[in-house]
């Protein structure tokens, strides 16, 4: 879509107003909403104004002044404002029209640019599989004398014996999934697949094609629905398109959505199972006749995923709590192995019988991370792996979940916690510098940020440390 295609898009919905989207460093999505009549061609090259200095990380007041460009491509009629309004994501730039290193949509742009001059393909592929949680209510609160999270879930297993007719209703269906027990579970036991399909048709309606939804294997509402796979930042993109859709349905509905990885002790995580694959000249260059019919590029790309994990960790599991959910027992993969078909490694190699369908899929990220960030890590671990041949090692085959500890303690894992992650990413860097698509600036801002979420944590009382050291 060009600018002119844009604009009669704005004419032919009758919008009222055009809304700017854009990434935080966080992954947050911000706007910024003008009204049609400040909207013209010229907009598309000269952009929007706004304050840099007002977005956590970003610029200082005496260097505030920032642009949004608006990507014209990605202009989509929005599907929950009462007037209607054309949507557009941004590129944020310098007034002099560089663009800002720290913003994440710009770094993922690089990364598709260092892909192309490498030489060694022409596009990735990426396809995440996104899961979450919708609630019926979440309440937290921490002060100086009390600290308290409460989720509650009509769906949830925990509810069984509760009395509804108090609250008005005819009581207790008595159908609802057991702990680790929602996979694929069908109506009345899956409560919530109308709301899924509700947020499936205006994914579509935005743009983002759906290819199924199901319930997930937590109790308490945890879903996935499945998209199709695209180019590094339009996938990324429609990350984006995916929590809005999903956080607004549920809201619209008078339930809240979390992408959250762990909101529920004792019960699976949220993750994003990341497919992967790289195109040149209109070939698969994963496709091959090694193991799992993967080419020997794509085995080295496995290889370089390896041996930047740690680092990666920062970018694809980029919270404290996402640390609650690698652990062993809850489908949440921590040994850095590969295997084809087998779900308890941390890098699968899905089964296709299409030559263009050969990928490989990173199972430990979760939907903390910023989908910019992460994506152009895992893309530019990958490239370095195929660009220094770094053998992954031998395929595990076995259910990593019931290896003796012996042997498990033979494999390596993915970080133990955000701050051994970020330690590891201040180490390791070069390979995300290739061809300047992250810049020491960014990391260290990045680095910065995210390590006071980690003091915070550090810092507050957590009540299970009054159960286990109040009576000491």
């Known amino acids: 879509m060009s600018a002119s295609d844009a604009m009669k898009l704005i004419r032919e919905s009758e919008a009222k107003f055009v809304d700017f989207r854009f990434t935080d460093t966080v992954g947050k999505e911000r706007h910024n909403t003008f009204p049609v009549a400040a909207m013209d061609e010229k907009v598309f090259k000269e952009g929007k104004p706004f304050d840099g200095s007002s977005i956590a990380g970003w610029r200082g007041i005496n260097d505030s002044d920032m642009l949004l460009i608006p990507d014209a491509a990605s202009a989509v009629v929005d599907p929950f404002y009462q007037e209607n309004t054309v949507n557009f994501r941004c590129d944020v730039v310098h007034p002099d029209m560089k663009p800002y290193e720290r913003d994440p949509r710009s770094v993922a742009k690089k990364a598709e640019e260092y892909l192309s001059s490498s030489g060694v393909g022409d596009q990735a592929y990426f396809g995440p599989e996104s899961e979450f949680f919708i609630f019926d209510s979440v309440q937290w609160g921490g002060e100086m004398g009390s600290a308290f999270y409460e989720i509650d879930s009509k769906e949830a297993a925990w509810n069984s014996a509760k009395d509804y007719k108090e609250e008005g209703e005819e009581g207790n269906s008595g159908h609802r999934p057991r702990v680790k027990g929602g996979y694929f579970q069908s109506p009345p036991t899956d409560s919530q697949a109308d709301v899924r399909g509700v947020m499936c048709l205006l994914l579509n309606d935005m743009g983002v094609v759906t290819e199924a939804h199901n319930h997930e294997v937590g109790t308490a509402g945890q879903a996935e629905i499945g998209t199709g796979f695209n180019t590094m930042v339009k996938k990324a993109d429609e990350v984006q398109i995916l929590k809005y859709v999903v956080h ?73 709590n996402s640390y609650k959910r690698l652990v062993p027992g809850f489908e949440a993969p921590i040994q850095l192995a590969y295997s084809a078909r087998n779900r308890s490694v941390s890098c699968r190699i899905p089964h296709s019988a299409n030559p263009k369908g050969r990928r490989i899929e990173a199972r430990f990220p979760d939907s903390s991370a910023n989908p910019y960030f992460a994506f152009a890590a895992l893309l530019m671990a990958g490239l370095d792996g195929i660009q220094n041949k770094i053998d992954p090692g031998k395929p595990s085959d076995h259910d990593l979940y019931t290896l003796p500890e012996e042997q498990l303690k033979k494999i390596p894992t993915v970080a133990p916690g955000l701050d051994v992650a970020l330690e590891a990413l201040d180490k390791d860097r070069e390979f995300l510098k290739a061809g300047g698509v992250m810049s020491d600036d960014m990391i260290d801002g990045y680095i910065a940020m995210k390590m006071a979420e980690v003091t915070r944590l550090r810092m507050e009382t957590h009540p299970c440390e009054f159960d286990m050291y109040y009576g000491v």
């Open 248 to 320: 607004n349905v549920a809201h619209n509905h008078n339930m809240t959505a979390t992408f959250m990885p762990k909101p529920i002790v004792g019960d699976n995580g949220n993750g994003l199972h990341v497919n992967q694959s790289i195109f040149k000249g209109g070939k698969n260059i994963f496709d091959g006749k090694e193991y799992g019919n993967l080419s020997q590029e794509a085995l080295y790309y496995i290889g370089g995923i390896f041996r930047h994990a740690r680092a990666l960790n920062a970018f694809t599991n980029a919270s404290t």
